[in-house]
């Protein structure tokens, strides 16, 4: 079930409905209601995996308690590590398993000795990465008493499997959302009519800006081999406009459905492509994603307290391991690891906090250099995202090469009968619209919020692109 | 809650009115279109004459040069549509009569497409639009299972096919951007690719025994008095399951069967469609067998 399909159009309403005016007694039966709707909501992607996301809720459930329960250090221990490891396990055997048996295989082949592996033939649950990080974060937080063990089955199970960020987050903590869950929810008019336009503009970013990107940067980088230097610039800026359509408007869209419940979620996004390095762009991509590792991988390493080698290490592991989350496979490995490389020289010259402020432009040399710094830094990641989106590394080192020995920058006729430079039109105008509200949350909300939602409205059923139905790209991870 | 309800409640109605609106600027875009397709072609135009109108999919398309019927005094056009089934050509007929053409012969490429009764979507949204102002589209696809929606929601018919019919489509009509849909009479000529495909596999198509396309379009022909001619057109020779051809001509006698009339692959882009000097030797054939004077 899509956010932007029908069937939620459906959904959604029936269990604001029951959640308010039936089940609206208590916390309990509020938190009932929404998970037998988020139980519901999972299973009509797989009903299978059902069983594998309240096992895990069970396992992280049982083995939190049994943490804070243990009288010695080493029944403490023993939990945790049978939490972390088989969290851990399903998303090796899941995601991981077939990668690394096929590239030891091919590693062994190359070597002159022949193996073929033992592949699983399984498919990827959805959402496993993001049920598994709510879990894992919660029992380390209990592991190291940050937080106490939830006692109540429902109240956990309600922040693993909320289904709002159940398939593709934000990955939420427990310090965050479990506090909201334990107690009884009122109705807030303005929380609610925030919702709707963080809905509305989810949509606007899902079905213009991404899905329409879609074909197009598809046709580039499916035919790379054929495209111009012009076209393959604009297949990377068209790839990432999409997904950064697709994954924050999912995010919005997330957020949105939340606050009609009354529940406020971590913010996910916060208009990443106007940031002025690659450490801010990690401080406003994904931000769910990045807290976690600097929290639960970054800091537990050492973060930046043992000296230069150690940060530099720190770094390159929470990159390289961040990308390795997206999926198994080298290229986002590679993603990661360019992303380090990106990173390093701020951290070197210890300027990764330089731009903590908000973004002002005025008339001065100053305003320049920062338009140019957000230029370059928005060049730098389509570069990356280049790795990201290219079926092999051959393939995007060859992609870029050909950026280079094309230099040609003529207008080209795409294989879906439609030219590589028709929406960048589109573009400025979604940029625009998002550079002048960076300030907010979403940019309808305010003064004319009415005539922009009719307008946001009017543009998803002028312009969105519907019949080339897309499925959320962070579904996949 | 009450406020809030009252709020959704506006939401609604503005998004119901923007849905009405929409509709009604893209249907009147779409009411003065007539250079982009051969769909708005017929529906935007008045009565015409034709010695001859070749009906079908691409391998109508591609395959029936109309030049060649003029260069002998007959008035044709090829209103072959590439990707069409023969609920695309039944229809296209239909609107030919309720605009009150006047023709004489049909040409109706039946062979691959006589194997499903399906409508070719890409197609059939073009028909769309149109919907609410003619009858025979409404009839058309009244038995489809989402009638309803595309005839009753308004703006459902556009956003369901944006690909076709949606905002871009639409913008174009209004820069007067033309397609080459209609040059040539109609007749969209193939090169011959050094990488076209010479294979083909259709061993498990069937052709269904009553199609019901190609029965109304042999029925409506009957009524109105026009010569029904349908063919077979030539498919190369690497291909499985040639015998598909000899279970059409059984089920369907009165289809001429010239499947084998071009053999070579240097008359054809791909194993499915000829390219120009191949349909220039087929469409001299036809002529010569059917409009011999």
Known sequence: MFFNSIAFAIFLPIVFFLYWFVFNKNKSTQNALLIIASYYFYSCWDWRFLFLLVFSTFLDYYTGIQIEKGKSEKSRKFWFWLSILVNLGFLGVFKYYNFFASSFSELLNS??????????????????????????????????????????????????SYFPLLVAGPIERATHLLPEIKVKREFDLENAKQGIYQIIWGLVKKVIIADTCAPYANAVFDNYTSMNSFSLILGAIYFAFQIYGDFSGYSDIALGVSKLFGLDLLRNFNYPYFSRDIAEFWRRWHISLSSWFRDYLYIPLGGSKGGLWMKIRNTFIIFVVSGFWHGANWTYLAWGFINAVYFLPLL??????????????????????????????????????????????????????????????????????????????????????????????????GKWSTLKVALAILAIMAFGTFSDYKEFIYFQF | MKKFLIYIAKISVVTVLI??????????????????????????????????????????????????????????????????????????????????????????????????????????????????????????FSNEADFNELYYIPFYRYIKYDGKIGFREAFFISMNRRTNAQDN??????????????????????????????????????????????????????????????????????????????????????????????????????IKDFFKK
């Open chain 1, 111 to 160: 070597a002159g000795v022949k193996a073929s592996p033992f592949l699983l033939n399984v498919i990827l649950p959805v959402g496993i990465s993001f049920y598994t990080f709510h879990g894992l974060s919660y029992v380390i937080d209990i592991y190291f008493k940050r937080i106490k063990a939830e006692y109540n089955f429902v109240d956990y199970s309600l922040f693993v």
């Open chain 2, 19 to 140: 849905a009405f609106l929409l509709d009604g600027l893209y249907t009147y875009i779409f009411m003065h279109s007539n250079n982009r397709g051969k769909i708005e072609k017929v529906f935007n135009s008045k009565a015409q004459k034709y010695d001859v109108v070749f009906l079908g999919s691409s391998r109508a398309n591609n395959h029936f040069v109309a030049q060649m019927f003029e260069d002998k005094g007959l008035k044709a056009f090829n209103y072959g549509m590439s990707g069409g089934h023969l609920f695309e050509a039944s229809l296209m007929l239909k609107l030919m009569i309720e605009r009150k053409y006047e023709i004489k012969n049909v040409i109706l490429e039946a062979d691959l497409n006589l194997s499903n009764e399906h409508q070719a979507e890409g197609i059939s949204a073009r028909f769309l639009p149109y919907i609410h102002n003619s009858e025979v589209i409404k009839d058309h």
């Open chain 1, 348 to 445: 070197l010259s210890n300027s990764n906090r330089n731009n903590m402020d908000t973004i002002q432009l005025k008339f001065n040399f100053d305003s320049v250099k920062v338009f140019l710094s957000i230029l370059y830094t928005f060049a730098l990641t389509c570069i990356a995202w280049v790795f990201f989106r290219a079926k092999t590394i051959t393939d995007a080192v060859l992609y870029l090469k050909r950026i280079i020995t094309s230099k040609d920058f003529s207008f080209q006729y795409l294989d879906n009968e439609r030219y590589s430079y028709e929406l960048l039109l589109m573009i400025g105008i979604f940029v625009l619209i998002e550079w002048n509200n960076r300030s907010k949350v979403e940019p309808l909300s």
């Open chain 2, 185 to 286: 009479l109609g007749y969209y000529q193939l090169e011959k690719h050094k990488n076209g495909n010479m294979k083909n596999n259709i061993v498990n198509l069937n052709p269904l025994k009553h199609n019901k396309y190609y029965e109304e379009i042999k029925n409506i022909c009957k009524a109105k008095k026009i010569n029904f001619i349908s063919v077979m057109t030539p498919i190369c020779e690497n291909t499985k399951g040639m015998n598909y051809f000899d279970k059409v001509k059984k089920a369907y006698p009165e289809i001429h069967n010239y499947e084998n009339v071009v053999i070579e692959d240097k008359y054809f882009s791909s194993c499915g469609h000829m390219n120009d000097a191949g349909a220039k030797m087929f469409t001299a054939r036809i």
